[in-house]
């Protein structure tokens, strides 16, 4: 069967891009994997961070993303689409590529912030990483701009 990766990130676009991807699971007789990476908090080595703190941070993050891709799923389930979830701890980038190699993945449908490009040159971007890199079709979708 095949598999759309599907990575979220908890922002405005999931929702569009959760349920264009139940769309194209339903044309083609496809699962949906619900897909979402934890990032290491950015602050990791401190003299004044305990370890407890460091861990109970990243134990929380796991916990809030495992509730609301719980919740993605059952929205799916509910039209009768296929779902799993996965999380995962890394950056984005790598993990979601190295996940779409492993299922293997027909397709990956994602969303796009819309950063400018000073944004994208200073941050870079995970979309444009993973349309660079992938090898099986992406597709993207724009966050919604406001007043639409």
Do not use: W
């Amino acid at each position: 069967m095949k598999t759309i990766l599907t990575p979220v990130d908890f922002s405005g676009v999931t929702p569009r891009v959760v349920e264009q991807a139940g769309e194209l699971a339903q044309a083609l007789g496809a699962t949906v994997e619900l897909f979402h990476a934890v990032a290491p908090p950015v602050n990791v080595v401190t003299y004044d961070m305990p370890v407890e703190s460091f861990a109970q941070e990243i134990e929380f993050a796991q916990g809030q993303a495992l509730r609301k891709l719980g919740e993605l799923a059952r929205l799916l389930e509910a039209k009768g689409i296929s779902c799993t979830t996965k999380l995962t701890q890394g950056h984005a980038v790598t993990v979601i590529l190295e996940e779409a190699r492993n299922l293997p993945a027909a397709f990956i449908v994602m969303g796009s912030h819309g950063h400018g490009a000073l944004y994208e040159l200073l941050a870079g971007s995970t979309t444009h990483g993973i349309l660079h890199r992938a090898t099986c079709p992406v597709v993207i979708l724009p966050s919604p701009r406001p007043g639409r």
